[in-house]
């Protein structure tokens, strides 16, 4: 059984991370409409990837006879500045949810729920990826600038993800 004060901050963990995975989408549609394919193909694989995460904290509360609680998601933006600060944003976005996976592991600590330590455990070795990858991203595109070639060249490796992880 989790504590209520556990429940309630994995449930608006729950809402962070599907969150997330709406701004990816939207981030998916502005890199179409830009016709960049590898980019829009890259951040559909990331709202994958937070759906999934979400759903690894739905499991869990499942798992630990908890009650899971949707919350609204809010709309996310729809149009970005430049190619550089979508995904500028996006990594922004990424250093926020690994503040929030901090917190939930103090208050884990504090509830003594160390069940709730091995999934968060989890979570932020797996921020340590997404920052990373994110960080790369950011400084490719700050390299190639406005360079249309270079930009192509980066929206190809982009393009050649295949999977949400
Ligand atoms: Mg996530």
Known sequence: MISTTLQDAFNKQIGNELSAAHLYLSMAAFFESLSLPGFAKWMRLQHQEE???????????????????????????????????????????????????????ELAQKERDYASHVLLEWFAAEQVEEEKT??????HVRMVKDDGAGLLILDQRLGSRTTAE
């Open 51 to 105: 759906t999934a995460h979400a759903l690894k904290i739905f499991d869990f509360l499942v798992d630990r006879n908890g009650r899971v609680s949707l919350q609204a998601i809010n709309a996310p933006a729809s149009e970005f500045e430049s190619v550089e600060a979508a995904v500028a944003l996006a990594l922004d976005h990424e250093r926020r949810v690994t503040a929030d996976i901090y917190a939930l592991h």
């Open 134 to 139: 994110l960080e790369e991203v950011v400084d």
